[in-house]
């Protein structure tokens, strides 16, 4: 009982990250203000994040963007068709890389780099495309690469 609401959680907490985005934009367009879509103001930081995004493996990407979209633990791990201590042993990864505590906090950085980064040089950066935790059918090629065990 405990892992399915611990689940729920972290599969909200990445849907209100890009809410909490997507309503300050609605609101400045209330405003009048003509910004343009984007989670961060501050370019420098964003800029930082995407840099530090350039450091995670192809699986790590995989996981970051599953997070981004609000999966769960065991919905990540029957996508790529691994054990959910595989998927908690990427996630402890990224967090120490990036110096993170949560799995709020890596979801933000991945939405603020997935406005700021186009489709080829997140491409090249993570080795999966963009949009890969979507339509994983769809990349199969991709997706067979991600599930295959390297040692």
């Known amino acids: 009982m405990t892992v399915d609401l611990e689940e729920r959680v972290a599969s909200l907490e990445g849907k209100v990250i890009g809410l909490e985005a997507k309503l300050e934009f609605v609101v400045s367009l209330i405003r009048g203000d003509n910004k343009e879509f984007t989670t961060n103001n501050n370019n ?34 029957e996508t790529l068709e691994v054990s959910s201590a595989t998927i908690k042993v990427h996630i402890r990864g990224v967090m120490r890389r990036a110096g993170l ?42 997706t067979k690469m991600l599930r295959t065990k390297v040692r």
């Open 101 to 142: 505590k949560t799995r709020s906090q890596i979801a933000m950085i991945a939405e603020r780099c997935m406005q700021q980064m186009g489709d080829s040089e997140y491409l090249r950066t993570s080795g999966i495309p963009k949009d890969w935790c979507m339509r994983p059918d769809e990349y199969k090629d991709t």
């Open 44 to 77: 420098k930081k964003s800029d930082d994040d995407c840099t530090l995004m350039r450091e995670f493996t192809p699986k790590q990407h995989a996981v970051i963007q599953m997070i981004w979209q609000g999966f769960g633990t065991d919905a990540m791990a």
